[in-house]
């Protein structure tokens, strides 16, 4: 079926340890996105990415590592997991033409002990 | 990066009582997005808006695109359960493409 998929769902960590978050979209969109949602301060963007091999900060990008090999895929690594990065992750995607909708995963929810 | 302030924060109402969501920001957009999410599940886009001034309608819910496109709002008529969820706007920044900024969002809670 068409659409983005994230993978883990739920994933529990420990402090210092190496995580990777996967993202995968079906329909080629050019546009791929990696936020974080904490409450109370909606949704922040971390990296983002206009193409393969292209890719740019957002809001809140230390502690993160991002990569775009092929298109559809988006991988968030964190390097070294701190306990502040407990957060609920959301990938999404879009085509590049303006006004550019964004359509969402379901997130993967990562607690960091 | 331009900030867009979302305004309840939380909303409990009774069903079939009508309620607004303000969206504000003092710089301008390209288009601005409302989403829907549910527990569990990621953000699900709504309507977009484009045009400074413009009304558009989706059954009992009506989004309005500010004329200096800073501002939006949404209102909602005749509210009910299914309406249970959050409320996000996002405006699209003019300057760096396809970056949506987001509002913190509206919890709205319809009881029956």
């Known amino acids: 079926d068409a659409g983005i998929t994230q993978s883990p769902r739920y994933k529990i960590t420990e402090t210092g340890r190496q995580v990777t978050l996967m993202c995968h979209q079906t329909w080629s969109h050019s546009y791929m996105f990696w936020y974080r949602q904490d409450l109370g301060h909606g949704l922040r963007l971390i990296y983002y990415?206009?193409?393969?091999?292209?890719?740019d900060k957002g809001e809140v990008p230390d502690g993160y590592v991002v990569s775009r090999s092929k298109t559809e895929n988006f991988p968030l690594t964190l390097e070294s997991a701190t306990r502040s990065q407990t957060s609920v992750y959301f990938c999404?995607?879009?085509?590049?033409?303006?006004?550019?909708?964004?359509?969402f995963g379901d997130g993967t929810r990562l607690s960091i002990l | 990066t331009q900030l867009l302030e979302q305004s309840p924060q939380f909303l409990s109402i009774q069903e079939g009582e009508n309620l607004t969501v303000y969206c504000n920001s003092s710089?301008?957009?390209?288009?601005l997005q409302w989403y829907r999410q549910e527990p569990g599940e990621g953000p699900v886009l709504l309507v977009t808006v484009v045009t400074g001034g413009e009304v558009k309608k989706l059954k009992r819910l009506t989004f309005q695109f500010g004329d200096a496109r800073k501002d939006s709002s949404l209102h909602i008529t005749a509210a009910q359960p299914g309406d249970t969820g959050l409320y996000l706007c996002a405006g699209e920044e003019m300057e760096y493409g396809n970056k949506l900024v987001f509002g913190a969002g509206t919890i709205l809670r319809v009881k029956s």
């Open positions: 999404a995607s879009s085509d590049g033409y303006s006004p550019r909708p964004q359509h």
């Open positions: 710089s301008v957009f390209s288009s």
């Open positions: 990415s206009a193409a393969a091999d292209i890719t």
